[in-house]
């Protein structure tokens, strides 16, 4: 299953234009059939450079790239909880995403109109904030008394009750669910609510074209990463060597899509490791400090379930070393059993027995 990114903000400030960019030919996972389904997803490889460096060593029939989804989702304007533009739809889009990247404005263009009629980043986050924290507090107004009902029968949902309820008066003092401090139990009985605020945000800057290096003030605790979508839907339309001139000319090390990708992998907690073989040469996504048999299960669930070992060499030593033999002749192979933790870049190749 792919990333799910749903790409947020006031009309008018550049999801489309951003998401269209991010998502034409160049971008677009080739070898995924879903992708032009819906008008709104789009499925993008997560560019990442050590798969061609693998790909050199290996010479494999194919290199398969990590994805990440994105989905446009209109709709969010100021009243939207009570249904206003799109309402409930946008809603419904935000909640089967794991993650939000919300767009902000910040270009200056006289000629494209801004909603609230000036350019004020704080304030626009503040308003989609609101939005989605007064959602979340409608969901858990109708849940409240439906739990506290069945509660009483079953124990289980306490703890469930217990968080729904100092849920409540957080997101009342205009906090987004994810920023309260929780245990680890209190963190699943929360993700157990579906609410709107528990999704990590990233805050995207869509910014004039001379500001795309800069360095932007916190926003809602986090440094916003600036973009411009502007260039990026230029960058789109060139090929590589094209893309790569512009980005130099512009001062850039790299596209906005490889920017977000990285931040989103961040932002979620997820590194990759690699497979290494004649067919093929891929990526695979795993959170930061998964243990041996669950990087192996986001292969097959056989691979979890049987489990014996792991094959490991890190990315530099494999490259460094050129290859399995290298690494197996300088002792750099090394067999991980069940509670080696995962390091990012890691090549691995897992023996395992059903
Ligand atoms: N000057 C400038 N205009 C932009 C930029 N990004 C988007 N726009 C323009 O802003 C308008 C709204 O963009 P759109 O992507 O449709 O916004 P959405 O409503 O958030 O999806 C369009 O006319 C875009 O061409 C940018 O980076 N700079
Ligand atoms: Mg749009």
């Given at each position: 299953m792919a990333l799910s990114i749903g790409i947020v903000g006031l009309?008018?400030?550049?999801k489309s234009t951003l998401f269209t960019a991010l998502t034409r030919k160049g971008g677009l996972a080739a070898n995924y059939p879903f992708a032009t389904i819906d008008p709104n997803v789009g499925i993008v490889d997560v560019p990442d450079e050590r798969l061609g460096k693998l790909a050199e060593i290996v010479n494999p029939g194919r290199i398969v790239p990590a994805t990440v989804e994105f989905v446009d989702i209109a709709g969010l304007v100021k009243g939207a909880n009570t249904g206003e533009g799109l309402g409930n739809q946008f809603l419904a889009n935000i909640r089967e995403t794991d993650a939000i990247l919300e767009v902000v404005r910040y270009f200056s263009d006289p000629d494209v109109v801004h909603v609230e009629g000036r350019v004020n980043p704080a304030d626009d986050v503040e308003t989609i904030n609101t939005e989605l924290i007064l959602a979340d507090l409608g969901t858990l107004e109708k849940a409240l008394p439906k739990l506290e009902k069945e509660a009483k029968r079953d124990k289980d949902l306490l703890p469930r009750l217990e968080i729904a309820r100092k849920l409540e008066a957080w997101l009342n003092?205009?906090?987004?669910?994810?920023q309260m401090e929780m245990t680890d139990e209190e963190r699943d009985a929360a993700h157990d609510?579906?609410?709107?605020?528990?999704k990590p945000v990233m805050y995207v800057a869509n910014v004039d074209e001379d500001k795309v290096a800069a360095t932007l003030d916190e926003i809602d605790g986090q440094r916003p990463i600036p973009i411009c979508a502007q260039i990026e839907a230029e960058l789109s339309e060139l090929d590589a060597a094209e893309a790569a001139e512009y980005l130099e000319s512009l001062g850039l090390e790299r596209s906005g899509l490889e920017t977000l990708a990285q931040a989103a992998y961040q932002l979620l907690g997820l590194q990759s490791y690699f497979t290494a073989g004649e067919m093929e040469v891929k990526a695979w996504t795993v959170p930061v400090g998964a243990k041996a048999p669950q990087a192996a299960g986001v292969i097959h669930s056989d691979f979890e379930r049987g489990f014996i070992k792991a094959e490991v060499a890190s990315y530099d030593d494999y490259v460094e070393l050129g290859g399995e033999a290298g690494c197996k002749a300088a002792g750099k192979l090394r067999m991980e059993g069940k509670d080696y933790v995962v390091q990012d870049g890691d090549v691995m190749h897992f023996r395992f027995n059903v």
């Open positions: 009309p008018n400030v550049g003092e205009g906090h987004r669910a994810i609510l579906f609410l709107l605020t528990m």
